[in-house]
């Protein structure tokens, strides 16, 4: 379009010229002594045309000879850093299909030529790790950090995953930490950063950096609560095996308040203070615990705890079936409870009261083991039959009893009914049965 338009400009101004021209000719005399030149003012305009053009040309090209030896070099490096374009691009492709030793090659071949040597270092320095020349790598690594040193959270960033694809934990976790102080903020250090500490199961590095990790939202929040409930699980379970009587409490409360609510960690605190026998603690950890949100979990747990005043902790799990007057698990408990406070009939009401809202092994097995201290055998035969036919697919045949001896039966029952995972046993099996008439009085 532009050149259009320059050709109608010129062909009209071209127009305007030669009719002038024809109107009037002009006229131009030259003497020089004894010679003189006359002629049209249009042929001499034509002329003097024509010598510039002649003149322009030939000062181009001396001007263009003159810079030959310049324009060389400037096509030479143009060539070279083409050429060095498509050995990257060439040694990328080499990376993709797993010939590490060609792509290496082809990477720091005309790297002096790079337009981005950084690029060319790195992909190097993978190339050169997958060939098990650690060495090489590194030299790659500190040739990448020399060629553009701004980009010194980019060549650490690979340098750790180089390192850790090595199981250098050590020196990744050095990388690491160093790139930390210098990004504090890069949300892939410190998802590499998470990621190495659980590798070294070091829970307190890990507490320290749960902050940032939040802030930053480094991960989702679901993935935020596993990971605090893993760290401080590991933490309450160090502090547990503390010869600090007071390490375990501490640990629990510098815990997160959202975290502390946390059903799972709840249970993992509990099993420890179980372990260590602080009953007491571990009676109002579950309370609050419990009155704060239901959870039958909780509860559960809540009538295998002995406190120091059971019949108080009675009066406060009896006080929970005003609203939850046909939950097994609590009605479970209270049977419990009721047995440690010795309370023999209402302990019988509770479980048979659980089993008849919802039938389980673990009601059977108390119910069992209390009929049998209160010397009802036969009834405490089948309250164990009944609690291994829920355990198990296979059903006891109805026969067995006639099979077996009576002591023998209730001796192979005594043994299964203690289920695996009971925290707290009834110890009603291996206690020596009391008196059948105070059995029956209190009954």
């Keep these: ?235 309450l379970g160090a502090a547990s095996e503390a010869a600090d009587s007071k390490a375990l409490g501490a640990t629990w409360e510098r815990i997160p308040l959202s975290l502390r609510r946390n059903v799972e960690l709840i249970k993992g605190y509990a099993s420890f203070l179980k372990a260590r026998g602080e009953e007491d603690r571990l009676e109002k950890l579950l309370r609050s615990a419990i009155r704060r949100r239901w959870n039958d979990a909780l509860v559960e747990l809540y009538g295998r705890v002995t406190a120091s005043d059971i019949v108080a902790q009675l009066s406060t799990a009896e006080g929970w079936l005003e609203e939850n007057p046909r939950n097994p698990i609590l009605l479970l408990a209270l049977g419990r409870l009721s047995v440690k406070n010795r309370l023999w009939g209402k302990a019988r009401s509770y479980f048979e009261a659980s089993i008849g809202s919802q039938p389980t092994a673990a009601a059977y097995r108390e119910l069992g083991a209390l009929v049998e201290k209160m010397g009802e055998s036969a009834l405490a035969v089948r309250h164990y039959k009944s609690a291994l036919d829920l355990i198990s697919d296979i059903p006891l045949p109805e026969e067995l009893p006639d099979i077996l001896g009576q002591g023998q039966l209730e001796g192979s029952y005594k043994q299964r009914a203690v289920h695996p995972t009971d925290v707290n046993p009834p110890r009603l099996l291996v206690e020596r049965r009391a008196p059948k008439s105070r059995l029956q009085e209190q009954r």
């Design 1 to 235: 379009m532009k050149t259009l338009v320059v050709s109608l400009v010129v062909l009209v101004m071209s127009v305007f010229v030669a009719l002038a021209i024809k109107q009037d000719n002009g006229y131009v005399l030259i003497g020089y002594k004894q010679w003189t030149i006359e002629g049209s003012l249009a042929f001499f305009a034509f002329l003097n045309l024509l010598l510039f053009g002649v003149l322009y040309l030939l000062v181009k090209v001396i001007a263009r000879l003159w810079n030959l030896p310049r324009n060389l070099n400037v096509w030479h490096d143009t060539r070279a850093v083409q050429r060095a374009r498509q050995e990257l691009t060439q040694g990328l492709i080499e990376m993709s299909e797993g010939r590490w030793k060609s792509a290496e090659k082809n990477l720091v071949r005309h790297v002096a030529r790079s337009e981005t040597p950084l690029l060319n270092f790195l992909a190097a320095a993978r190339s050169a790790q997958h060939q098990g020349a650690y060495e090489r790598r590194d030299h790659y690594l500190q040739q990448a950090h020399d060629s553009m040193p701004a980009a010194d959270v980019a060549v650490g960033l690979t340098q750790a995953e180089l390192q850790l694809g090595h199981a250098q934990m050590e020196q990744a976790l050095a990388t690491l930490q160093h790139l930390r102080s210098i990004a504090p903020r890069h949300t892939h250090v410190l998802r590499l950063l998470k990621d190495l500490y659980e590798k070294l199961e070091d829970w307190g590095g890990l507490e320290q950096l749960l902050p940032d990790l939040a802030k930053r939202r480094v991960v989702d929040q679901a993935e935020m609560t596993a990971l605090g409930v893993k760290v401080y699980l590991n933490l």
